[in-house]
C-alpha cells in the first residue's frame, strides 16, 4: 500500500478554530498497522497544545491521544494483531527502543536520542511530524499500539488511552489498595477516572474537589467520601488524613495546604501541568518525611495492563459522543468545565 490521504480536523495556525482537512499517511510497514479510527478523546492536553500554551509547534496539527479503532491491513511482519482486531493508541507512537527506561517498558520516559514520539506535534522516526486521531485512520507499528478488550465499548474506551493510565499509573506505583486512604483532586476527565479505579483497587476513595456540586457523580462513581476545598474546614478536618493524594487539575493549588492532608511517610502526585510554577515550603516535606512526585501516563506494558484491568472491574470512561463538527465548541465547553466526563468524537462524522 502507498501514501494515503485521510480526512482529518486540524488546527491550521496557534489559537486558531480547528478546520475540516485533508492529512497523508505513510504506506505500512512490514511491522506497522493501519487502524480505521473509530473514536478519538478529546484531552486538555489538545487544547494546550493547539493553544500553544506549551510551547512552539509546527502548524497544522491534527490533535488526538486517545484513539480507539479497528485494524484494517497489517503489514507482512506483523504479529500481534490481525485485521478486524480492537486496538487503541495512545500519547505516544515510537521511542528509541533501547534505553533502560524503553527495555523496561517505561516508554514514556524514553531518554534515548529519538525520545518519547508523541502521537501530534512531534518529530517522528522518519522525520515528519506526527498528526494524531482527529482523523479517518492512522498507521502505527504493531508496537505502540494496544489491543482493547471486548468488554469496553470503544467510544469508552477511547479516553482510557491517556486519562485511564494517567490516573492508573500513579495508582498502582504508590500501591493504591486496601487499607489505604486515597485522596482524588478534581472530578473530570481524569479525575471521574482515579475515582473509579482507585475503588476498584480496593481503596477508601474522597474527591477534593472546589464546591459540592459533582458530589452526586462523585458518589456514584465509587466515591466514599467528597469534600470541597473552598470550604477552609476541609483542611482542618482532614489534616494527616491521606496516604496518596492524587492531584488532575492543572490549576495554581496552594501545594502547602494539600500536602498538610498528608499522614507521615504520604506521597502527593502531580499530574496537571499548570503554566506557572509550583511552590512549595520545604518543612511541608520535612516534617513528616512526605513526598512530592509526578507522573506521566505510562508505557505499553502496564496501557495494556490498565485497559485489562478496567475490562475486569467493568470501568470505562463517562463519554458525551460528538460530530466532529462540533470540536470547537467541545474545546469551549472543557475550558469552561462543561463536560461529564470526556468529549469523544465520532470519526465517521469528519
Known sequence: MNHTTVAAYA???PKAPLEKTTITR?????????????????????IHTVHGDWGDRVYPIVPGHEIAG???????????????????????????????????????????????????AAAGRDGEQTQGGYSTRLVVDEGYALRIPDGIPLDAAAPLLCAGITLYSPLAHWQAGPGKKVAIVGLGGLGHLGVK??????????????SLRKKEDGLRLGADHYRATSDPETFEELAGTFDLIINTVSAHLDLDSYLGLLRTGGTMVQLGGPEQPLTVSPFALITLRKSLAGSMIGGIPETQEMLDFCAEHGIAAEVEVIDAARVNEAYERVLASDVRYRFVIDTATI
Do not use: W
Open 11 to 13: 488546527a491550521p495556525a
Open 70 to 120: 479497528v485494524v484494517a491491513e497489517v503489514g507482512s511482519e506483523v504479529t500481534r494483531y490481525a485485521v478486524g482486531d480492537r486496538v487503541g493508541v495512545g500519547c505516544f507512537v515510537d521511542s528509541c527502543r533501547e534505553c533502560e527506561n524503553c527495555r523496561a517498558g517505561l516508554q514514556q520516559y524514553c531518554t534515548g536520542e529519538l525520545g518519547m514520539v508523541g502521537t501530534y
Open 197 to 210: 479505579i482507585a475503588h476498584a483497587m480496593g481503596a477508601e476513595v474522597t474527591v477534593l474537589s472546589q
Open 26 to 46: 505513510r504506506a505500512v510497514g512490514a511491522h506497522d498497522i493501519l487502524i480505521d479510527i473509530k473514536y478519538a478523546g478529546i484531552c486538555h492536553s489538545d
